[in-house]
């Protein structure tokens, strides 16, 4: 019942970037707003960044200006640019509905080393 399938994560120097892209498995996404969570072992899962169905955009303070979401809904799929890692960056990467909640997907790692 996995709806998104999460890739692009990967091994990373601050300051460098990443692209990482998530899949829906239906056409319910383009009715949706998407969004893009992390979660570090131990702690709790964070919305980083979200988009809505026209494209409005929102980012948690701690990536603001230096993530950017995008979508394409003829593909059903979501993407995140992420630019200037920081180690503290480093988690697992999901994507989910934020206000309809479904099943998480296996996420993506996301590694920013020092």
């Known amino acids: 019942q996995v709806h998104f399938r999460e890739s692009g994560g990967g091994l990373v120097q601050a300051g460098g970037s990443l692209r990482l892209s998530c899949v829906a498995s239906?056409?319910?996404?383009?009715?949706?707003?998407v969004g893009w969570y992390r979660q570090v072992p131990g702690e709790e899962r964070e919305l980083v960044a979200r988009?809505?169905?026209?494209?409005?955009?929102t980012y948690a303070d701690s990536v603001q200006g230096r993530f950017t979401i995008s979508r394409d809904n003829a593909k059903w799929t979501a993407s995140l640019q992420m630019n200037t890692l920081k180690t503290e960056d480093t988690a697992v990467y999901y994507c989910?509905?934020?206000?309809?909640?479904?099943?998480w997907g296996q996420g993506t790692q996301v590694t920013v080393s020092s």
């Open positions: 988009i809505s169905r026209d494209g409005d955009t």
């Open positions: 989910n509905y934020p206000f309809a909640v479904t099943w």
């Open positions: 239906g056409r319910t996404f383009i009715t949706k707003t």
